[in-house]
């Protein structure tokens, strides 16, 4: 009796296959809320909030909003695949679950690279110019990943992907080689992107040019110069050029010299140094490094010094500078010592002094 009753066709099929089927269902439903959902999920989430810096509930967005839908998705399949269908029905099956799940799982892909990228950058460095650059290149992985999934998802309906990508090869070929200068570009800014050469806000000197960066493009990045105005250049331009960031200067060196008269005393040259030392060790933003009587010049006595200042900032440097100068001014004319300036003597015979005392 029950054997007949399980072996009761209704619409094509036994009625213990539908049981079975919906025993697969049940089960499937199960595993993907309690075990994926209650247990999978809370164990990400935990992990996932002990790593400083990156979003906890980005990856759970992802899973719930992608991954659990496509395996739902897949156990609706295989249910209905067990199932002894008519034609009609088993190829729009397919056709809708090759379309469902390539749109799942590119909005997967995508959006997991974008988070990749995203970890990437702020462990980096997290500033305007990763926010710039996210806002860049999210679309662009977007449009990689869809034709992607056009691609598969067609190849799966059953065109020949091979011939229709042959057919736009000579297209391709052309409008590869107009785009040449923009594909350049935005493997430079890429380039730039990973490599971080330098940042929104830097001060950066390239070549001829600098200025302070304003803005980092698909194509072109922008300098706001010291005159007040933008610089645009093309990033194949910067990536083959050398690149100073003074924004990256943990500390300044400089280097400046002084000469004294040579009728400057022995003793008096030997106590120089130690003059210019106790003078900049007094300054807090700045580091002595040394200070040398270093060659005779043509009308001086030539000293060279050398110290740090302890900050990048160029107005605090020309500000201690400026307070190391007048110090030197003060104490020289304190000991005695006189700053030496181009002059000449004229050495006149006696004639020649005879004749100017007669003049005068």
Known sequence: MLQEILSFQLLGNPLWNYLLVFFIFVVGIFAIRTVLRGLVLRT?????????????????????????????????YVCLSSLNLATVLRQTL??????????????????????????YLMRKKGDATTEQSLLLLSPLIRVVFTLIGILFLLENLGFD???LVASLGIGGIAIALAAQGVLQDLFAYISILMDRPFEIGDFIILGDFMGSVEYIGIKTT????????????????ITGS??????????RRVVFG?????ETPPEKLQAIPTLVRQIIEAEPNAQFDRAHFAAYGDFSLNYEVVYY?????????MDVQERINLALKRTFQEQGIEFAYPTQLLYLSSKQQGALTNLS
């Open 44 to 76: 990400l989430a935990g992990w996932f909030s002990k790593l400083s810096g990156i979003p906890g509930n980005t990856p759970i967005q992802l899973v719930e909003r992608y991954l659990i839908p496509l395996l739902y998705l897949a156990l609706i």
């Open 94 to 119: 397919d056709i809708l679950a090759t379309v469902v799940g390539t749109y799942l799982g590119i909005n997967l892909l995508s959006a997991s690279v974008e988070y990749a990228l995203r970890i």
């Open 161 to 163: 992907v091979a011939a």
């Open 222 to 237: 922008r300098l706001r110069s010291l005159g007040g105005e933008q610089i645009v250049m093309a990033n194949t331009d």
């Open 242 to 251: 050398r690149i100073r960031n003074y924004k990256r200067m943990q500390r």
């Open 258 to 262: 002084f000469g004294v008269v040579y």
């Open 309 to 317: 200042v302890l900050s990048p900032d160029y107005n605090l440097y």
